[in-house]
């Protein structure tokens, strides 16, 4: 079954600690995309990729940094610098686009993985 | 920048009843993509429905239909016959349909999500 993998579903952070989040798609996509979901604050953009060794940053990159060695893959590191990290995350991928156009398939989502700091 | 709003934080249905998700967003974009997903306890995100700005005619998927009205910016879901199982958090999201307008990648823009409980 194609989809996508988040891994750990929990994971505690101490103060001062970086931690990664995994995030792996087998469904041949060429975009994916980090989301941070708060309590009352809807999704919010992180960083997103749509080519390997390429990604940009979101609305609320930092404290964050990613990287996209394969096109498979797309790991999350929350840094010390983040300052408030406790939240739930969430990895998706879509297809890319034709030509100047974005197609309309839906993004696709991971489990996601929730986060807190101790 | 474009934003999706959602006025309702909760709303709640009696089960077999219809109840409407509202949903508003601001753009200055012609083309763009429109989409309600559904959250569920598990937290797992799936896709509800979609539209196309382009297409007048209102998207339908099964329970679930939408009314579009391009003019207000008004993106709102009809679910009929609600089901205890549709208990959730529902998100309105905006995606635009051309590559790297305003800087747009082809992220989803979200609206704060509204929780919807079904009553048996």
């Known amino acids: 079954d194609g989809g996508i993998t988040q891994s750990p579903k929990y994971l505690f952070r101490k103060e001062g600690q970086n931690v990664t989040l995994s995030c792996e798609q087998n469904l041949n996509h060429d975009a994916m995309y980090w989301y941070r979901q708060d309590p009352g604050q809807g999704l919010r953009l992180i960083y997103y990729s749509q080519i390997v060794n390429d990604f940009q940053k979101g609305d609320i990159a930092e404290g964050y940094s990613v990287s996209r060695e394969k096109k498979e893959s797309f790991p999350l590191t929350v840094t010390s610098a983040q300052k408030n990290p406790t939240a739930f995350y969430l990895c998706?991928?879509?297809?890319?686009?034709?030509?100047?156009?974005?197609?309309?398939?839906?993004?696709?989502f991971g489990p996601g993985t929730r986060l807190t700091v101790l | 920048a474009q934003t999706v709003t959602q006025s309702q934080p909760e709303m709640s249905v009696q089960e077999a009843e219809t109840v409407t998700l509202s949903c508003t967003y601001d753009?200055?974009?012609?083309?763009?993509?429109l989409f309600w997903y559904k959250q569920p306890p598990s937290r797992q995100m799936i896709l509800v429905i979609r539209?196309?700005?382009?297409?007048?005619q209102n998207a339908t998927e099964n329970r679930f239909s939408v009314n579009f009205q391009k003019a207000a910016k008004s993106f709102s879901l009809k679910i009929s016959d609600s089901q205890l199982g549709d208990a959730a958090m529902y998100f309105c999201a905006y995606r635009s349909a051309i590559m790297n307008y305003g800087g747009s990648q082809g992220n989803l823009i979200f609206g704060k999500g509204t929780k919807l409980s079904v009553k048996p």
């Open positions: 539209q196309e700005a382009y297409k007048q």
């Open positions: 753009t200055s974009e012609s083309d763009y993509y």
């Open positions: 998706a991928s879509s297809i890319l686009g034709q030509g100047a156009q974005w197609v309309m398939n839906e993004q696709f």
